[in-house]
């Protein structure tokens, strides 16, 4: 997911907005591991990062066992996740004031005990191999299977509509979008070739650094090689 509002997951828009062109990447590419752990036990896993990342993401998610009526806390088999990162720093993930006087506090990092869902985030993470560590910290039911899917997030602009072998219909109106990294300060520009990037006609030019999005109508010249 994109993060949306303060840095972190929120009680307005949880982890963010869901991104389905990144959740496919990840399935495509194989960025998820899968395991169980019993009680006190830990599954480690390692992940390769490259160099020049802006962010890498991990997901720690458990379907938890059903809980019996009433019960004094929802959650039954309790894991937790922590990455090791190359030069041994514990990095751990964020978690929420549940206090109702203290729910616009931002997310602070920590150890979970209420949630089958954890998240970690790394800004500008360094290169190198890390170690994902997920453990059972209170599994009266288990073995408890669960998943891991990680992101590494590049720093890039990214067209994601058009994507390329697309037909267009001419003077029709279309939504061009595209992605980018959430602390980019930089404007826009959207150019268009009609002759496979020969020469390139701008569109528009000045598109606020915030948007992702921009209407826009297809010539009403017929092209092959757009």
């Known amino acids: 997911a994109d ?6 997951p929120d009680y307005r828009f949880g ?6 062109f990144r959740a ?3 399935i495509e590419e194989e960025r998820f591991l899968m395991s169980s752990v019993e009680n006190s036990q830990k599954s480690n896993h390692i992940v390769s990062v490259p160099a ?5 993401k991990f997901l720690l998610y458990w379907n938890d066992k059903e809980v ?25 993930p964020w978690v929420l004031n549940h206090n109702s006087a203290d729910v616009d506090e931002p997310a602070k990092r920590g150890v979970d005990i209420i949630n089958n869902i954890e998240q970690v985030t790394i800004q500008n993470p360094m290169e190198g191999e890390y170690t994902v560590v997920v453990k059972g910290k209170e599994v009266p039911f288990g073995p408890q299977n669960f998943v891991v899917a990680y992101e590494l997030i590049k720093k890039e602009v990214l067209l994601t509509f058009p994507a390329g072998k697309e037909s267009l219909v001419p003077d029709e109106k279309y939504t061009v979008s595209w992605m980018a990294n959430r602390d980019n300060h930089n404007s826009f520009k959207l150019e268009l070739s009609l002759d496979g990037g020969n020469s390139w006609n701008l569109i528009v030019d000045e598109i ?6 921009y209407e826009w109508r297809t010539p009403s010249v017929i092209s ?3």
Do not use: C
Not at 52 to 56: C, K, P, T, V
Not at 208 to 213: G, K, S, V
């Open 52 to 56: 020049g990342l802006d962010e890498a």
């Open 3 to 8: 993060d949306m509002g303060v840095d972190g």
């Open 15 to 20: 982890f963010g907005l869901v991104n389905t």
């Open 68 to 92: 019996t009526a009433g019960p004094d806390k929802a959650l039954v088999n309790n894991l937790d996740i922590e990455i090791i990162a190359p030069n041994g720093d514990i990095i751990l």
């Open 208 to 213: 606020p650094a915030e948007h992702r999005t």
């Open 224 to 226: 092959q090689n757009a």
């Open 24 to 26: 496919i990447k990840t």
